[in-house]
DNA sequence: AGCGATGTTCGCCG
DNA sequence: TCGGCGAACATCGC
């Protein structure tokens, strides 16, 4: 379940169970989940600490000092700390066994996240053409990451290299609380607007780690609970509409998101 | 039994 | 160049 909420959840859940943990071993169940050798994870691994981590966008960094753990969690990655071999997770793809005897699990149902080690993040950051992290940004880096783009604002939200963090569920909430019709273009927002979805991408995304991504918690008020048809609009009552952008589908509300002109 | 899925990437085309 | 589209990737649950 990991957009950028989720990610920051996976973050002080490693941080609370294992930093300043010592790698004794690091085994690879399926081994299509790294972005580097076996050799090179397993070499760069063992003997480290968890000195830290540092979350950007969808990506989680795991400081070992001298270089990092880069953990992507795809459309369906966990991490999973325990004390006992035998409760290794199904689905665990990449196993780190600490020397005081608990183990870490990168777990993933399917095989779309990633986990390798970079030796520079910032380097990585700029390879990956990564744009500021959503929660982190103020509203200048917000104005100059959207400078000169024309694209619709479903599409800015979700590109990765404008600002990192945002995925397909909260780019439609973050649409809805702003009244912004997903197919409105960006560059046609007043300013009056860009404040306000600069202060609702902060909202929601702080709203999603306040409730640690359990979206089947997240208040009435939201869209996110009426993601489906024959929902209502929690603020008008009119039917919430599927729609389709480049193949990933979301709703809205068709009286409340007016499309700029 | 087929379809859809919280992500990323790439080639094609306007 | 930018941006939208659609497919590919992988695999399970509904």
């Not at 369906?76 to 665990?92: C, M, Q, V």
């Not at 439609?172 to 609380?177: A, M, Q, T, V, Y």
């Amino acid at each position: 379940m990991p957009e950028l909420p989720e990610v920051e959840t996976f973050k002080r859940y490693l941080d609370s169970t294992s930093l300043m943990k010592t790698i004794k071993k690091v085994e690879v169940r399926d081994r299509r989940i790294l972005s580097c050798t076996i050799t090179a994870l397993k070499k760069t691994l063992q003997g480290k600490t968890f000195k830290n981590s540092i979350r950007h966008g969808k990506n989680l960094f795991v400081d070992l000092d001298s270089s990092y753990l880069m953990l992507h969690f795809g459309m369906t990655g966990d991490l999973e700390a325990f004390e006992n071999k035998d409760d290794e997770p199904r689905y665990s793809k990449v196993l780190f066994e600490f020397t005081d005897g608990t183990f870490l699990s990168y777990v993933s149902m399917r095989m779309f996240g990633r986990v390798g080690v970079v030796d520079d993040m910032d380097e990585y950051l700029t390879e990956k053409k990564l744009g500021p992290d959503a929660l982190k940004m103020n509203y200048t880096e917000f104005k100059e990451a959207l400078n000169k783009r024309s694209a619709i604002a479903k599409s800015a939200l979700l590109n990765q290299e404008i600002f990192a963090g945002i995925g397909n569920i909260y780019s439609d909430e973050i649409l809805f609380r702003t009244r912004i019709h997903p197919k409105t273009k960006i560059n046609l927002l007043e300013e009056e607007q860009l404040k306000a979805l600069f202060k609702n991408i902060k909202d929601v995304l702080e709203y999603g780690i306040e409730h640690e991504g359990e979206l089947s918690e997240y208040s009435q008020d939201f869209l996110i609970p009426h993601r489906d048809k024959e929902e209502r609009c929690p603020k008008c009552g009119t039917e919430i509409e599927r729609y389709e952008i480049s193949g990933r589908h979301g709703f809205f509300c068709p009286l409340c998101q007016k499309i700029a002109k």
